[in-house]
């Protein structure tokens, strides 16, 4: 029989009504309190536990180590076969993309949420709850790294976005696609991703900002970024990866500081790439030292230039793994 752990840390997976506002309190729910409501198979062994009950606007660099910790001494014990963690969708994917980047065990991890409450009609929390442990019991997703499963759905954490503020299919991989399914009880996988990324941390996650570019964007975040010690920055520029000019001396002051600085684009889908020479281009920036975050969603590039940082990567390290 195979046993799976289900760690909950809130969410509206995890919430009740609060009879005073008459809203939902993300995070009410106990871990046992919720699996108690998931009609789940018999033949598979499930212990439960409560790290956290917060709503995932409360996850944070601290929270995150205690998470990869707990997953990885789960882990570790030979009678686990895999971890489902249950979780808030507003921040899900850059906790997913988080754990994908730190665990290295080959054994499935398997992250979900619901956007609708479990006492809310027509909810998706129980179906989410027993489609994820399902999936954490397949050989197939051995060696995945940590995926999410949303609305029947298996996504890849590098590309998983929450692109719906509401609705129960609320999470896609822009351009790329999920890679499997479960329905039911099957689990179907049509693709495997090429590469693994593991990175070993050394040290907490840094202060890494995201600073995105607008029409008429000036430099007042970059400054206060630099004066308050952030240890990286992810720009998000426009279409091919641009800033305003305005911008650009205070980049430029953030690369010469020391600080790593990432472009992205806030285009959903496309890579950063030198096509133009004006100020504020990618030329323009790169020049100045600021380093191609390619086709990095900013909260990704977020998430693995702070990991990078953590394991104490130089710049040119840095550069060569945003390649990937
Ligand atoms: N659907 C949800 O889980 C949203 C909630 N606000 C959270 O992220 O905790």
New binding site residues.
């Given amino acids: 029989m195979k046993k799976i752990i289900l760690l909950t840390t809130?969410?509206?997976?995890a919430s009740k009504p609060n009879p005073d506002t008459g809203l939902l309190s993300?995070?009410a729910l106990t871990g046992e309190e919720l699996a108690s409501m998931c009609k789940l198979p018999s033949a598979i062994d499930l212990t439960v536990e409560s790290i956290f009950q917060v709503?995932?606007?409360q996850m944070d660099a601290e929270r995150l180590s205690q998470l990869k910790d707990r997953i990885e001494a789960l882990l570790a014990d030979q009678h686990v076969d895999g971890v489902v963690v249950t979780h808030?969708?507003?921040?899900?994917e850059e906790t997913a993309y988080y754990l994908d980047l730190a665990i290295a065990n080959e054994k499935p991890v398997i992250i979900t949420?619901?956007?609708r409450g479990p006492f809310e009609l027509g909810t998706d929390a129980m179906v989410n709850i027993r489609q994820s442990i399902i999936a954490a019991t397949s050989e197939k997703l051995k060696g995945f790294g940590t995926v999410v499963l949303f609305n029947e759905r298996l996504f890849p954490a590098r590309y998983v976005k929450k692109f719906h503020a509401s609705n129960v299919d609320g999470f896609t991989s822009e351009g790329y696609g999920y890679f499997g399914t479960v329905d039911q009880d099957m689990v179907t996988v049509y693709q495997k991703p090429l590469d693994r990324e593991v990175y070993s941390l050394k040290e907490g996650l840094p202060v890494v900002d995201i600073i995105p570019f607008h029409l008429g964007a000036d430099d007042r975040f970059i400054k206060t970024s630099i004066s308050t010690g952030a240890k990286g920055i992810v720009l998000e520029g426009s279409g091919r990866g641009h800033m305003s000019p305005q911008m650009a001396g205070a980049i430029a002051e953030a690369c010469h500081q020391g600080i790593i600085v990432v472009l992205t684009t806030r285009a959903g889908e496309g890579e950063v790439r030198h096509v133009y020479d004006f100020p504020g281009s990618v030329f323009d920036l790169t020049n100045k030292g600021v380093l191609i975050g390619k086709d990095y969603d900013s909260k990704k590039a977020r998430i693995k230039l702070a990991i990078l940082l953590a394991t104490g990567a130089t710049k040119q390290e840095i550069e060569q793994a945003f390649l990937n």
């Fill in positions: 809130g969410g509206t997976i993300s995070g709503p995932s606007n808030g969708t507003d921040t899900l949420g619901s956007q």
